[in-house]
């Protein structure tokens, strides 16, 4: 894989889905991003409803996991998309599976006008046992409040080692840093371990 610092860069450069879609391709890297936003861009258009569930402790991933054809790729997302509110803050989270098998990507969306994500954005996952991990905003910059964590070995040791906490540790609260605004929601211990499960079924399906 080339130079992953070129690969940011290029990422964070563009200003739409549309545009990385049809940039050409740099780097093998680039390419692979492109190809993993594809899948959420097909996700969000067919997937218009969230299963709500109080609780899915227990449930086998056939229950937790929904698999899918559109437009002949295959989508692997979870049935959960979390809608997580405090007070004024409220940010929804969407776990699937990237094109390649190779890697999840989680879609957080931060609610609300005027949320822009840019070069300097980064998200702070506060765990239940005290510990803390900072995810730096790698997707193109944007004020429509969207950013993705790439989670896999692909993407090497550090995004593996946030996929391997998300899926044993429990999420206490999330903070995002925008270029303009700073928002905190807390998540309670069922949204917790909801989210733990959905990342751990979603992983099963990772090719080996």
Known sequence: MKNNNDMLTTIQGLRSFDELLN??????????????????SSVNQSENN?????????????????????????????KEKFDIQNKTDRITINPI?????????VQIKVEGKDMCFDSDSKILLNFRDGSKTEVSHESYDNCDGETIIFLGKIFGEQSFNILNELKYKEVESIRIWMKNSLKTVILSRT?????INSIDCLSSYLNK
């Open 191 to 195: 949204e917790s371990r909801q989210l």
């Open 23 to 40: 940039l050409g391709i740099l780097t093998q890297s680039v390419k692979l991003k492109s190809d993993l936003l594809k899948s959420i």
């Open 97 to 105: 599976v990237g094109s390649s098998r190779s890697s999840i990507l």
């Open 50 to 78: 969230a299963y709500n569930r109080d609780q899915n402790e227990g449930l086998p991933c056939s229950e937790i996991i929904d698999v899918y054809y559109s437009d002949g790729r295959q989508n692997i997302v979870s």
